[in-house]
């Protein structure tokens, strides 16, 4: 076992599973909370980002006060200005 590969194994052991990968990628995730743009394969859509899954999928709440699941896409956070006003947060 070559150096690299010992300090691989040595870090994946930190991460024994993926619920503590979840977590710690959901509080170091900055799109959580704030306003934004889903373009994803079937449409586009504005929301909310109001969380993470448990298999990691990004959580948004739409104007309708659905939260759809975003596991594929283009996500892009919006602020005043560049996306306008976005209704159901005013």
Known sequence: MDALEAAL???LDQWAGVP???SAYAARCDTVGRAVRV???ADTFD???VGLSGDGALE???A????RRVL????SVRTEGI???IPFMT
């Open 83 to 85: 996306s306008g006003e």
């Open 47 to 49: 929301g909310m980002a």
């Open 72 to 75: 594929a896409g283009d996500v």
């Open 39 to 41: 373009a994803a394969p």
């Open 20 to 22: 503590d990968i979840l």
């Open 60 to 62: 948004v709440q739409t």
């Open 9 to 11: 194994l040595a870090a």
């Open 64 to 67: 309708d006060g659905a939260v």
